[in-house]
């Protein structure tokens, strides 16, 4: 599949890394539709992208909610075409001890990163069987693999994305539609920053194989690569992006 002239729905797309994300498709010549919450934010990341010379749309979307999610999908579909790459980078995180946590917190958190990706992916789906193709990348997180501390309803959302993204991968094979997942480590944006100290995230990149913490372009590549022609026989995989920060030492 040629990128050049295709269609990308990135949702979180006035995040850190769904900026990142939605800057390089659009320097790689996709319309990118940058869908978040934040509907003025994601209108400025697609001034960014129509700067770099790109085709891009801001729209406004809260992916909990499933008729706010077709109504968006519709508006893309509308102004930019079919939808051809979906990229799930919607994401909350907060930090709670299961014993004190909310169950709002946790029904927040689990809704945003694991109900808004089965949203998301139901409503474009439909219009990727017909095409007979699409790439389907979503975010999880090293959290997914590992846990956390004060982190389970996170934790357990990210392992949840992976499942979901393996068993979609099923589905949807015999239509060439490639399903998978790209998981950072802990990665230089606001989320990290609001749980952790600077001298905290310091460590983390002082202790990192690598040396460092990501960088939100190193998640963005991870994406491009799974939905470029090169990862044509990918499918239901996880890429850790995290500089070695999992292996065992
Ligand atoms: N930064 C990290 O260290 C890290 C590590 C692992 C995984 N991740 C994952 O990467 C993704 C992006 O994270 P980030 O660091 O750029 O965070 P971020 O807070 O900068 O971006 C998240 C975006 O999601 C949007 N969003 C939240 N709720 C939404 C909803 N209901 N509907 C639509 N949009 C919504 C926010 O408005 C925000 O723009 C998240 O899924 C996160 O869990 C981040």
């Given at each position: 599949?040629?990128l050049?002239?295709?269609?990308?729905?990135?949702?979180?797309?006035a995040?850190?890394?769904?900026?990142?994300?939605?800057?390089?498709?659009?320097?790689?010549?996709?319309s990118?539709?940058?869908?978040?919450?934040?509907?003025?934010?994601?209108?400025?990341?697609?001034?960014?992208?129509?700067?770099?010379?790109?085709?891009?749309?801001?729209?406004?979307v809260?992916?909990?909610?499933?008729?706010?999610?077709?109504?968006?999908?519709?508006?893309?579909?509308?102004r930019?075409?079919n939808?051809?790459i979906?990229?799930?980078?919607a994401?909350?995180?907060?930090?709670?001890?299961?014993?004190?946590?909310?169950?709002?917190?946790?029904?927040a958190?689990?809704n945003?990163?694991?109900?808004?990706t089965?949203?998301?992916?139901?409503a474009?789906?439909?219009?990727?069987?017909?095409?007979?193709?699409?790439?389907?990348?979503?975010?999880?997180?090293g959290?997914?693999?590992?846990?956390?501390?004060?982190?389970?309803?996170?934790?357990?959302?990210?392992?949840?994305v992976?499942?979901?993204?393996?068993?979609?991968?099923?589905?949807?094979?015999?239509?060439k539609?490639?399903?998978n997942?790209v998981?950072?480590?802990?990665?230089?944006t606001?989320?990290?920053?609001?749980?952790m100290?600077?001298?905290e995230?310091?460590?983390?990149?002082?202790?990192?194989?690598?040396?460092?913490?990501?960088?939100p372009?190193?998640?963005?590549?991870?994406v491009?690569?799974?939905?470029?022609?090169?990862?044509?026989?990918?499918?239901?995989?996880t890429?850790?992006?995290?500089?070695?920060?999992?292996?065992?030492?």
């Amino acid at each position: 599949m040629r990128l050049k002239g295709t269609v990308a729905f990135v949702t979180g797309g006035a995040g850190s890394i769904g900026r990142a994300i939605a800057l390089l498709l659009a320097k790689k010549g996709i319309s990118v539709a940058i869908a978040d919450l934040n509907e003025n934010a994601s209108c400025n990341v697609a001034d960014e992208a129509q700067r770099l010379g790109g085709v891009a749309l801001g729209v406004g979307v809260d992916v909990t909610r499933k008729a706010d999610v077709a109504e968006a999908v519709y508006q893309v579909k509308e102004r930019l075409g079919n939808i051809d790459i979906l990229v799930n980078c919607a994401g909350i995180y907060s930090h709670s001890f299961v014993v004190e946590m909310g169950e709002e917190e946790w029904d927040a958190v689990v809704n945003v990163n694991l109900k808004g990706t089965f949203l998301t992916c139901q409503a474009v789906i439909p219009n990727m069987q017909r095409m007979k193709f699409g790439k389907i990348v979503n975010i999880s997180s090293g959290h997914g693999f590992k846990g956390g501390k004060k982190a389970a309803h996170y934790s357990a959302s990210k392992a949840g994305v992976v499942v979901f993204t393996k068993s979609l991968a099923l589905e949807l094979a015999p239509y060439k539609i490639n399903v998978n997942c790209v998981a950072p480590g802990i990665t230089d944006t606001e989320m990290p920053r609001r749980v952790m100290s600077e001298e905290e995230i310091s460590t983390r990149a002082r202790t990192n194989p690598m040396g460092r913490i990501g960088a939100p372009d190193d998640i963005a590549d991870a994406v491009l690569f799974l939905i470029s022609e090169e990862s044509r026989y990918i499918t239901g995989q996880t890429i850790y992006v995290n500089g070695g920060d999992l292996m065992p030492s």
